[in-house]
């Protein structure tokens, strides 16, 4: 499964630091088909500790990891929704991502100058955030002018994208992020978006309803991370708990922030384990088995009969798959059962 999270903030905040100390943590490309050759772009290994102790009680003669694709985009100025700078590479680089990792420079370095000539982290995540509403409200604005032939038409769906749009034009236009607003209303609150409408804003790939993790570069006293998290934590912060703290110059909490970007992609992880190989498989939440079968093969959704699954702490308890059959922690699951985060599954087909 190729997800991607792209790594976005103000020029000389750490970006390209940050890119170049995870690419460290990449993997060899042939075990990933879909794996670009582009050096933007980083395929890092999840961090997992079930991953080695499955592979050490399985004695397999290969490890691979789940992994994560990180891309390196262009650093962003004021103005980039006007094309400002690199602005467009850096607005449909961003649209080709599925989520946001947006660096926020905390540290004070005389020597790194900063574009805006001080360190201000709730005015940079002002700064970028600006920039990709202004850009949304452009693509809204423009669809909706394109839709006016339909809408005279009467086109059911039309209307209705048209009624969503607005919507989503007035949410912009007050200068918020639409994820939260869509969000709540496919909790069931519609007092904003109709369930119908949801699906034309969906499709439009707008860059304010992609997720956002916040990383906080530092590179000196911990006092200073701590006064950033509560200037951009605080209880009504655009920030939320959506952040992490890191130093890539010392490779400080590198491994958090890949296991905070992958659950930020609301992606898990499911393993298959043998002498032959482990392996840790990317899905996202709350698939079902023959669609989690697809990491390995399509032919394992095509032609499903039915998946072996057991917790993978359970399988190291009963020390083997005959003494957890015995037991009777080995499961028999059909179509509907959704795999779980460290579920160990066989297909059968």
Known sequence: ???????????????????????????PAEN??????????????????????LNEFSKSRKKIPAVIEFVDIAGLVRGAS?????GNDFLQH?????????????FNDPEILHVEAEVNP??????????????????????????GKE???????????????????????????VLPVVALAKEGDNSLFDEKELPFICNMQLLTMKPILYILNTSEAAEEVSQAKEL??????IVGNNFVSIDPI?????????????????????????????????????????????????????????AEVIEWDKLLQAGSYAAAREKGLLRTEGKEYIVKDGDVVEFKI
């Open 94 to 106: 961003i649209r080709e991502c599925d989520a946001i990792a947006e660096v926020v420079r905390i």
């Open 32 to 53: 990933y088909p879909f794996c670009t050759i582009d050096p933007s772009v980083g395929i890092i290994a999840v961090p997992d500790e079930r991953l080695e102790k």
């Open 1 to 27: 499964m190729s997800l991607s999270i792209g790594i976005v903030g103000l020029p000389n905040v750490g970006k390209s630091t940050l890119f170049n100390a995870l690419t460290k943590k990449s993997v």
């Open 151 to 177: 809408v005279k038409k009467g086109g059911k769906d039309s209307l209705l994208e048209e009624s969503g749009l607005q919507k989503v034009k007035e949410v912009l236009e007050e200068e918020k992020f």
């Open 232 to 237: 951009l934590s605080g209880k009504n912060s």
């Open 250 to 306: 010392f490779e400080k909490g590198l491994n958090d922030l890949i296991k905070k970007a992958y659950e930020t992609l609301n992606l898990i992880t499911y393993f298959t384990t043998g002498e032959d190989e482990t392996r840790g498989w990317t899905i996202k939440r709350n698939s079902t088995a023959p669609i989690a079968g697809m990491a390995i093969h399509t032919d394992f959704r095509d032609k499903f009969i039915r």
């Open 122 to 147: 709730l005015r940079d995540i002002e700064t970028i955030n600006l920039e990709l509403v202004l850009a949304d409200l452009q693509t809204v604005t423009k669809r909706l002018g394109s839709l």
């Open 82 to 86: 006007k094309g400002e700078g690199k």
